[in-house]
């Protein structure tokens, strides 16, 4: 028995190795600027009637100004934007519309949270999922179609198709784990990736294998798992 429990003991660190060999990449904003951004390429176009997009987030700014965390842009306008308000509602913004999918959640945080949106355009069922946590389901931009042909950017709102951004709307901390899905991901599958379950890369965006683009001091860092 006793031999059975240094060979137990043994093997532990290796495993522990092995997992901590893991790397994924984190972009890191250090300061609020009009030019510090990373572009996403990704595998398919964006022609979206449904999505489960999610990410893990750590910022400071939370309650001093709007914050944009995603943006999604082609040359008619902002498709897909998530921004966190003023007031630090969430808020999901479809064709630059004016009118959103807010949800009054714990702010962000310099903790890291994990945070995905889902929608449907049949039914348009919404829903914001925090740490792994449902929010109630709020109907929004039933009948849509998030339409291809733009660019994916972290760290600025895409005020032009070119590319005007303003300092006071930048992103400012931390966002890695960047996975976007055609499709509505279950409650049980979004609380894995919540946990730090590994599963397949979203199939729009996939960020184990996706390509960065980063201009001026946003920094793209590796960092173990």
């Known amino acids: 028995m006793g031999f059975l429990c240094v060979l137990f003991l043994a093997a532990v660190p290796t495993a522990l190795a092995d997992t901590l060999s893991d790397t994924i990449k984190t972009l890191v904003f250090p300061s609020e600027t009009n030019s510090d951004y990373v572009e996403l390429t990704p595998l398919k176009p964006l022609n979206l009637r449904a ?13 001093q100004r709007e914050i944009i965390l995603f943006a999604y842009r082609t040359p008619h306008a902002d498709e897909l934007n998530l921004w966190c308000e003023r007031d630090g ?4 913004y479809l064709s630059s519309s004016s009118e959103a999918a807010s949800f009054s959640v714990p702010q962000l945080g310099a903790l890291e949270t994990h945070l995905c949106f889902t929608w449907n355009s049949s039914t348009g069922a919404t829903a914001l999922f925090m740490n792994g946590k449902k929010s109630l389901t709020k109907i929004y931009k039933q009948g849509h179609t998030v339409r291809p ?7 600025q709102d895409l005020d032009s198709y070119l590319g ?5 709307q930048s992103f400012v901390g931390e966002i890695s784990d960047v996975n976007l899905w055609d499709s509505v991901l279950s409650d049980s599958t979004i609380k894995y990736l919540s946990s730090g379950i590994r599963i397949s890369g979203g199939n729009v965006l996939d960020w184990g294998s996706i390509e960065f683009k980063s201009s001026f001091g946003a920094k793209i860092l590796n960092r173990e798992l």
């Open 51 to 63: 999505f489960s997009l999610c990410m893990r987030v750590a910022t400071e700014l939370t309650g």
């Open 89 to 92: 509602r969430l808020s999901l």
């Open 149 to 155: 042909d733009g660019k994916v950017v972290i760290g």
């Open 164 to 168: 005007e951004y303003e300092a006071k």
